[in-house]
């Protein structure tokens, strides 16, 4: 994966920061990441810090509460998701308790991520949504 240029909101949705700095919806999820910064298993609920963000050009400036930073690149492991947020956290325990120990593997100090590519889907009607859940690995 190679590095990027984001466009960051703490505690909002990938749509409204991709509508906030200028992308129509559609446009918006081929470039559109989650950053979770915390262990839902270990910190409460209320206080995980999780970064909805889209990937902007050199020249994109932020504005209010729009933050810009980079995604680093480098390796990462990958595995496709879906279904619905209260099905996540067991697709993140699977990759991270049960595929990285046997992998030869670990992660380094690399954010973890999910990404949401355009062809992903949503469905409102049943919240069930596509992404790639992505974390940062390097050889034991």
């Known amino acids: 994966l190679g590095a990027g240029r984001l466009a960051a909101q ?16 559609g446009e918006a999820f081929a470039r559109a990441f989650g950053i979770s910064h915390d262990d839902p298993s270990i910190t ?16 994109y400036r932020p504005s209010g509460t729009a933050l810009v930073t980079t995604l680093p690149g480098g390796r990462y492991a990958e595995m496709p998701f879906e279904g619905t947020s209260a099905d996540i956290a067991t697709a993140w325990a699977r990759l991270l308790r049960d595929w990285l120990p046997g992998s030869r593997m ?8 999910e990404h949401y590519p355009g062809d992903a889907g949503y469905d409102a009607a049943s919240g069930v ?8 690995v390097a050889p034991l």
Request: glycine residues 8%; aromatic residues 8%; negative net charge.
């Open 10 to 25: 703490p505690r909002l949705s990938v749509l409204q920061v991709a509508l906030s700095v200028g992308f129509g919806s």
């Open 44 to 59: 409460e609920a209320a206080l995980c810090r999780y970064d909805a963000c889209v990937e902007v050009d050199d020249h």
């Open 106 to 113: 670990q992660l380094d100090g690399r954010p973890c991520f």
């Open 129 to 136: 949504f596509g992404c790639r859940i992505c974390i940062p």
